[in-house]
């Protein structure tokens, strides 16, 4: 059996990702039509939220898969200061548009949402406002890349911002458990009967699931293709100068 | 086509569409630059293997 870091080579990472990514894209598009056009066509409107409940298919996989494409970052990160391995750090820059995409995407549905079921646009409850600062701090993670020429030195330091970023990846992941004020619901989805939603939602919402993590695995894959092509790319140029 | 979305209609239309767009977004942005990086390496290196 090959080594899991043989596919932090780039050449071997770069013959695997040609092949996956059109298959995973391809299965992510799947999901996200059956996912989002059952749940939007076929599931019944909620007695007290009204058809508002559809939202549910967008902002909770969306909601979900923001913390996790920052916790996915992390892991990346840590291997890039412990192994340095370059397609980590890469990975970890290709993921941070995409990890921020999907944030404005749960708190623009969440605030479309929370309008009529809470008669406020926004509040400054702990889950919501720490998912604004993990915004922030993806806001800061892509600037600190672009900002600084190294490449190593920006993998270096965007690492480290990322592991302090973690603290509110999590924290808006639990929030709700640590503070009970706040408009904010619990958990969507549990182990517990009582407490998870409804059968009818809960099918369609868990392929709408499948679709968002299928899509966010695809375009990092893609997009770290595409940043490792620019790094070897700025090496050629810096060889040629040299020369 | 569309169901019947209630009083609510604008809010589930506007989440969708603003969800779609952001989703489509991302993705051009990303296929824009990936085809700029591409051609761009590859006709830095077209130049080398000339020389």
Known sequence: ?243 | MIPDLGKYASEVLSAYAVSFLLLVLIVAVSVKRSMTVRNRLRAFEARRKKR
């Open chain 1, 1 to 243: 059996m090959s080594s899991f870091w043989e596919y932090a080579n780039p050449k071997r990472f770069m013959q695997i990702s040609s092949a996956a990514v059109p298959w995973i894209g391809g299965a992510a598009l799947l999901c996200l039509v059956i996912g989002l056009g059952w749940g939007f066509f076929y599931t019944p409107d909620d007695f007290r939220q009204g058809s508002t409940v559809k939202i549910i298919y967008l902002h909770v996989p969306a909601a979900l898969m923001a913390i996790n494409a920052w916790l996915m970052m992390l892991v990346a990160s840590l291997v890039w200061l412990i192994r340095r391995h370059h397609v980590s750090a890469l990975a970890a820059r290709a993921a941070a548009p995409v990890g921020a995409t999907l944030t404005v995407i749960a708190l623009a549905t969440g605030a479309i949402w929370g309008q009529p079921m809470w008669g406020t646009w926004w509040v400054w409850d702990p889950r919501l406002t720490s998912f604004l600062i993990l915004f922030l701090f993806y806001l800061g993670y892509i600037a600190l890349w672009e900002a600084i020429e190294d490449p190593d030195t920006a993998a270096d330091l965007t690492s480290v911002l990322c592991l302090v970023g973690s603290v509110f990846a999590l924290l808006s992941r639990y929030a709700v458990l640590f503070w009970n004020q706040g408009l904010h619901q619990g958990a969507t989805l549990s182990l517990d009967k009582e407490e998870n939603i409804s059968n009818v939602y809960y099918v369609p919402l868990l392929i709408s699931i499948a679709g968002f993590v299928l899509f966010f695995i695809s375009l990092v894959l893609y997009r770290t293709r595409t940043e490792i092509r620019a790094r070897r790319l700025r090496a050629l140029i810096a060889r040629e100068r040299l020369a």
